[in-house]
């Protein structure tokens, strides 16, 4: 399955109905989506069920975490397997909740079909920028806060009065929540990070227009929604985490704010031992806790752009640069020496002329889009035959 390609969800569909019984209940699932780093907002994986095409982006795994919570809720909550119905669900359920996503010109490529409207409308919600090219040229960052639409779609489903009102109050509490853990500890720059993060993704509640005072509290008390408080006890023990330790004042923080949701102590810990296992485990591929300077930022995010550009058009390059000679002498050249400024322009040209054909690829025709050719020409030898890069180390051996 590829998340990146239209007809994605149409394939989940396909492969759900192998795996009709990959959660058993909603705990099942909820404890699920904690260890792909779902309930966190920081995915790092996908179900075991589903089988990608490619390595997976975390704005991939967000979108097929996301589809999967929200299909499994519909089952636990309607006693309802058929995918088709569930989709028409889904999509009523964003429009009733005012979440866009189709624009005009989107309805005219999309058309009538729900599963196409779906994709187009999810994308909106994983990605926190809707343009393309700012997308492209910093790093592709996926809203933290999904899960809200996924304990909303479950209060839906139950009681379809006020849905936003109901998102609004899961998003504010979810905000205060982590805003009071951070200042019940010393902040670093990761915690920074994670703030940022957090408000960037808000949908339903203005940040600039929160206060930030204990009112909170007394709603986070009145709240009788078992898994709305598992979500805010784990949002508040992501944010007080550090270093696989946690301080006495901050565990003060959780186990206050945990009796206030009417958790057991055992529960408390658990949910402790969890998201310390989780970053034990993770914390090297975990984008907000790298520290590398912007410009290697930069770099790394323009390699993984273009990395994923090459993997899902791969078959159609491949057969469009071994059909021009010329330019694969002059890239097998580029591996051992530098070209001249005449070679760079052939290659820029000839190269340009192979995207025109590929539409994944327009993007290296938007302006500046030149300044991804260097890291696309780097990467083309993984895609062509050893004997195209003399410097190639055959590992197999």
Request: aromatic share 12%; net charge neutral.
């Amino acid at each position: 399955m590829n998340p990146s390609a239209p007809g994605w969800i149409d394939k989940f569909g396909y492969l759900i109905k192998d795996n009709p019984e990959a959660y058993s209940n909603f705990r099942d699932l909820y404890g699920g989506l904690k260890k792909t780093g779902f309930v966190y907002g920081i995915n790092v994986k996908v179900p075991r069920f589903i089988t990608a095409e490619h390595k997976l982006s975390e704005d991939e795994n967000a979108k097929i975490n996301l589809l999967t919570a929200l299909y499994f809720t519909f089952r636990f909550e309607e006693k309802e397997a058929d995918f088709n119905v569930f989709l028409g669900s889904i999509l009523e359920f964003y429009q009733d909740l005012e979440v866009g996503g189709l624009t005009f010109l989107n309805k005219l490529f999309v058309g009538n079909k729900t599963s196409a409207k779906l994709e187009k409308l999810i994308d909106s919600r994983v990605y926190l920028e809707d343009n393309v090219l700012s997308k492209t040229f910093n790093s592709i960052i996926t809203n933290s806060l999904l899960f809200v639409d996924v304990l909303t779609y479950k209060h839906y489903l139950n009681d379809k009065n006020d849905i936003r009102r109901q998102a609004q109050l899961l998003e504010y509490l979810t905000i205060n929540t982590t805003f009071h853990a951070l200042t019940s500890k010393e902040a670093n720059k990761n915690d920074e990070r994670l703030a940022q993060l957090f408000e960037a993704s808000l949908t339903f509640v203005e940040f600039e227009k929160q206060t930030f005072d204990g009112s909170y509290r007394r709603k986070l008390v009145a709240n009788n929604s078992v898994w709305e408080n598992r979500y805010f006890l784990d949002v508040a023990c992501l944010t007080v985490w550090e270093d696989k330790t946690l301080e006495y004042q901050e565990s003060e923080f959780i186990y206050g704010i945990g009796r206030d949701l009417g958790f057991e102590k055992k529960v408390i810990v658990r949910a402790l031992e969890e998201i310390t296992a989780f970053f034990a485990k993770n914390a090297d591929i975990i984008p907000f806790l790298k520290e590398n300077n912007l410009a290697v930022q930069f770099y790394e995010s323009m390699a993984k752009v273009v990395d994923k550009l090459i993997s899902r058009n791969s078959k159609r390059l491949k057969k469009e640069l071994l059909e021009s000679k010329e330019l694969m002498a002059l890239l097998s050249k580029s591996t051992v020496k530098d070209l001249n400024e005449e070679e760079k322009k052939k290659v820029q040209n000839q190269l340009i002329d192979i995207f025109k054909t590929i539409p994944s690829l327009a993007i290296f025709m938007l302006p500046g889009g030149a300044v991804l050719l260097p890291i696309f020409i780097k990467l083309i030898p993984k895609l062509l035959p050893s004997s195209f890069d003399d410097n190639r180390v055959d590992k197999s051996k």
